[in-house]
Structures are given as C-alpha cells and as structure tokens.
C-alpha cells in the first residue's frame, strides 16, 4: 500500500470520504457536519462531494440525531450520527442505551441497527467539566455497544471504516487533542476490524495497557523507561467493547506486571475491568499488583494546573511502572 | 411579499368522510378491533390467573385508532410502538400464535421469548417494535421514514404514542426535525386522557395536543378516536400529504382505555370517575361501528357476529399453540446480544 503521513483528523477524513464513495447507504448527519464540516473539521468536504442527501445538518436535537440513526439503520441503512463532544452523549442515552443497543437482542435478532456514532472526548484543552469527559467506560457497559478509540491516525481512519462496515451500533470516540497528530496513513481504504487489540511496542518487564490519547503517553514513558534499563510493552486495546482481552493476558504472562492507564475516571473505569479479568486469568503469573493510572475521582477541571494535575501523563506512567518493577 | 397562511388545527375529518365506505372496509375495520379487544381480553385474564407471565398495559377501548391508521397503511410502512403496543401490532396484520407465544415466553414467539408483551415486533409487517420506554418509538419512526425518504421507495412510517409522550423531549424533538427534512411520517397521539395515573389537565395546559402541531409548523388534526371510520379518512389525508412529499402531520386521537395503566383488576385508586368510564364506554369504538353498518346496510349482524366467533376460535388455537411451544434455552442467553 501506499503510505504518507496524515493527520489523525485528516485520516478519519479520508476513512469517511472512501466509504462514503464505497457505500450509497451510509449517510451522515449532526450538528455543523455539512456546511461546515464539524467544528474539528472530521467532515470537511463531505457535503461537496456528497451531497445534502447524504450529509445534513441537523437542529440540536441529540435524541432526534441518534433515534433517526436507530430506525435508519433497522430499515437497512448505514447512518453515521456525529455527537460533536462525548459529553453531549447524556442527551441522547435513551435512544443509545435503550434502543440501539438493545433491538437486535430483545426482538430476538429480528433486526440489526447497523448505526456509527462519532464524538471528540479526552480532556487537556482547558474545556472543563461538560466538553473533556471519557466517558467509555458508561458505554461498554451496556450489552450491544461497541466502543472504539483511535489513538493514532491509521487507527483513526481504519476504525471509522471498520465501524461503518460492523453490523452493530458503534461508537467512535476520536480523542479532540490528537487531531494534528501525524502518522503513516495508506491511501486504499481499509478497515480495522473491532476488537482486536494493537501491540504498539514490545517489551519484557512491565504491561502497559493504555486507553486513546494514553497510548501516545505510555509510548513515551517506555522510551523513558528503555533508559532505565526496563523494558516495557505497550498494548491499545483499540476498542473497549468488544475488549481483546487474550491479548493482554498473554502479555501479563510474558511481563508479569500490568499498568493501565486511562484518562477516565479510576472508579468503575475500564481498567478495573481488565485489572479483574487479568488477574482472573493470569494470578499465578503476577509479581506485583495489577495497577490503575488514571484521572481522580472528580469532574475534570478547568484551570490548565489543574487539568495537568488531573490528566495522567508520560512522567507518571514512567514512575507508575518504574515502582511496579523494583516492587518485586 | 406572498404570505404563506400558518398551518393550523382542523376538527375532525371533512364533512361525509364515511360516505364511500364499503362493506369490505367496514367488515375489515372491524375484524382488526375485534381481534384486538378479544386478544387483550384473553391475555390480561391469563395474567391475572398468573398462567402467563409478566404485566400488560391492554388496548381495550382505543382499538379504532390503530384499526383506523392501520386500514391505510401497507406492510412496506412502518410504525412504531409503545409500551401498549398489541392493538398496533394486531391492527398491522402481526398473527396471534407468535404474539400468544412471546407473551408465554416461548421460542416460538416474536421475539423468541426475549422481549415480551413490551416488545412485540414483526418485521414482515413494518411493525418496528412495542417500546417500553415513553417516547422512545417517535425518533425511530422518524430514523424510517427517513430511510423511506433517501431511497425513495414511497413507503411511509407512522409513530403512536400516548398524551403523556407528548411532554418528553424525545417527541418535540422528532417532531421538528421531521417537519425541517419534511420526513413521510404521521405522528399519531392516542391521548386517552390519562399519562398513566396522571390526568391530562394536570400535566398539560392544553385541551387539544393537536395544537402542538402549531409550533413546529406542521398540520394538527383532532379526531373521535372512538370512530374508526373518521380516523381512517383523517390518516389517508395524513399519507397522502405525506407521500406528495409535503412532510408530517399529527394526529390526535380522543379515546379512553377502559381497563387500569396496566393489568385488568380495575382501578385500584379511584384516579377516574366511574362515570367517566362508562360514558366512554357508550361510545364503544367497535359497537359505534357495527350500529354504522347496519344502519347503513353496508354489513350485517351475523358478518359482525362470524367475525367475532372466527376470532375465538383463533385465540384459542394460538393459546394452545403457545402454551405446548418449547421453553427457551438458558444456554442460548447470549445469542442476539451482536450481529456477528
């Protein structure tokens, strides 16, 4: 394939471009996504080359947004409903938690909603409480979801596409701070299939299983870490629901120690999930403590000290995995 | 400056609105209240006998509404529900022996035993799912009406919902954007007075929910929910405007339910006027129908009759059906979770 570098943002571009060109069923529609290509410019040139047929502006009407998607796609569609911030996702939970997610189950399979949900989440823009959540955890809880969060450009385009294409309801959380990322980014389209975890950097001494953004803060960390003399594995689990657990595991059997770290809050997030299933499944083979890296238990704030404070970084999850190692 | 008069609540069907119907519309009216109100009738009782599991939220006395729409629309249009949702079904063409069996929790159900009596769906039919959730039908039925719109295909989608619906969110919402993409969709608001236990004039300050239409700049129509004929004439306009690409209309049905929010027992807190109920039930929708016809010498009492021991005959075959059909598989829980 032919490969260059594009932004993270650009690269989900280029991933709805290609399948809209591909597929006369999918459509689009949210707040500011045609005229103005959404306010992270996820959708710039859509309406251009489209049509308003298939990419509409929509009133603030999140409910309205998500249920037309849900009832489009039970008829057979493939809508593609933008949320503009995950925070928004509140407003429309009932037409996600209770419709989309549940139809196919409790008309016993009598239907599909093959529906794609976008949003922007992540905190460090000095966005405050209502515009910076993860809220990833919320979803993948509820039976039927999936959850995917690129955190890196191929991820960005390649998990749109994947999305898209999935015979179920789909959220895709793009992280709002890495939309000038760059990447290599092949040009043919291409779809990562959900659930399928990426080992970003092998290593030996330490697990570090990170969610979004994280993972460009864990791959910074090993490097420190390399210097350090430790050598640690990065994991991106790439979709929380379905979550690739076998591939975690093994890794735990192979390092022996587990750090995840996740911009959501440590409570009831992500993490306790996989630090349960690990040590459900690899116990005989930890040296220390499955460990948790992750935002305090309060809303995230705004003051750029603060958010710093609240947010976990390169450093820490150096001296988070640092301690993991000389434990034992 | 041409000035484009605001669109505006009518009263009821144009005048003769009944003149054209035929023996064959009359019988087949009817024929869907009649199955509705003896399979509502046979279900709460095999509740209440606790034969059959879970609760039922009946149809009894709002039968007209759903025969009335349902006598306009094909099975390539689609509805959705609410959590009293067997009239719908029943009015849309769904069969007795699956609802019975979904009901009994069985495999051979709708819903394979999954949804229940909140759930019923039948796909074939463009019945697009009971829905438990207040509200929660509106933006589906407006998701298909989209659908029908984007590909063109002529169909048309129909959502109906209670009075008490009409004060969430969920329904201004879909209202006004199926008004702004002009979505071939008929809102049809049963209002029966009461929003479960609460009665309308305590949670509206409107009599007319029809009026409501008004402020997303779409026709409101009110109608006798108890006379399917009228109710019928009022939704082929709806369908008509709608399949001409003129958008939605809402409709407001006045019609009562004669048994509580849920289950058959009666009230068990006097929220009602005994003689509320029964002036409602002088207007009964299905024997308004059957003196019409008659009067008229579009049908007979024993067509009326054979109707009503046809549908006995029917209801018991599919109880049996039910009750001797396999119980679902615990090891199967996961199944339909995805579509993989």
Known sequence: MNTRELTYVKAFNEGMHQIMAEDPDVFLIGEDVAGYGGVFHMFDGLLTAYGDKRVKDTPIAEQAIIGLGVGAAARGLRPVCDLMFMDFIGVAMDQIFNQAAKMKYMFGGAVSVPLTITTAGGAGMSAAAQHSQSLEAWLAHIPGLKVAMPASPYDAKGLIVGAIRDDNPVIVVLNKKMLGVKGPVPEELYAIPLGVANVVREGDDVTIVAIGRMVIEATKAAASLGELGISAEVIDPRTVQPLDIGTIVTSAKKTNRVLIVHEAVEFGGIGAEISSQVQESAFDYLDAPVTRLAAPFAPVPYAPILESAYVPDAARITAAARKLVERS | ?340
């Open chain 2, 1 to 340: 400056m041409t000035e484009t008069p605001a669109p505006s609540v009518t009263y009821g069907p144009p005048e003769g609105y009944a003149a054209g119907a035929t023996r064959d519309l009359v019988v087949d009216l009817h024929r869907r209240m009649v199955r509705i109100r003896m399979f509502e009738e046979s279900a709460g009782k095999l509740v209440e006998s606790g034969d059959m599991p879970g609760f039922l939220h009946l149809y009894v006395g709002q039968e007209a509404v759903a025969a009335g729409v349902m006598s306009v629309l094909d099975d390539v249009d689609q509805i959705t529900s609410t959590h009293r949702g067997h009239g719908h079904a029943i009015a849309k063409g769904a069969e007795f022996r699956p609802m019975f069996a979904e009901l009994y929790g069985k495999t051979t159900g709708y819903c394979k035993g999954r949804g229940g009596s909140m759930h019923i769906v039948d796909m074939s039919r463009g019945m697009l799912g009971a829905n438990a959730i207040v509200g929660g039908g509106i933006p589906i039925a407006i998701g298909a009406a989209f659908a029908a719109q984007y590909r063109g295909d002529g169909s048309v989608a129909a959502s109906f919902f209670g009075d008490g619906a009409t004060n969430i969110g969920a329904f201004h919402e879909s209202v006004n954007m199926a008004a702004v993409w002009d979505l071939p969709v008929l809102f049809v608001c049963e209002n029966n007075g009461y929003a479960e236990f609460t009665a309308q004039g305590n949670h509206m300050r409107l009599d007319d929910i029809a009026e409501r239409a008004n402020s997303y700049g779409i026709p409101g129509v009110v109608v006798d929910g108890m006379d399917a004929l009228a109710v019928r004439a009022v939704a082929k306009i709806a369908v008509d405007r709608a399949k001409r690409g003129e958008g939605p209309t809402l409709i407001e049905a006045k019609t009562y339910r004669y048994f509580d929010h849920q289950g058959i027992k009666g009230m068990r807190i006097p929220y009602r006027d005994p003689a509320e109920v029964e002036a409602w039930k002088a207007r009964d929708a299905i024997r308004l129908l059957e003196v019409i016809g008659v009067e008229r010498g579009l049908a007979t009492p024993e067509d009326f009759a054979a109707t009503w021991a046809q549908t006995e005959a029917e209801i018991a075959d599919a109880i049996e059906f039910a009750r001797s059909s396999p119980d679902p598989d615990p090891a199967d829980i996961l199944d339909d979770v995805y579509t993989v």
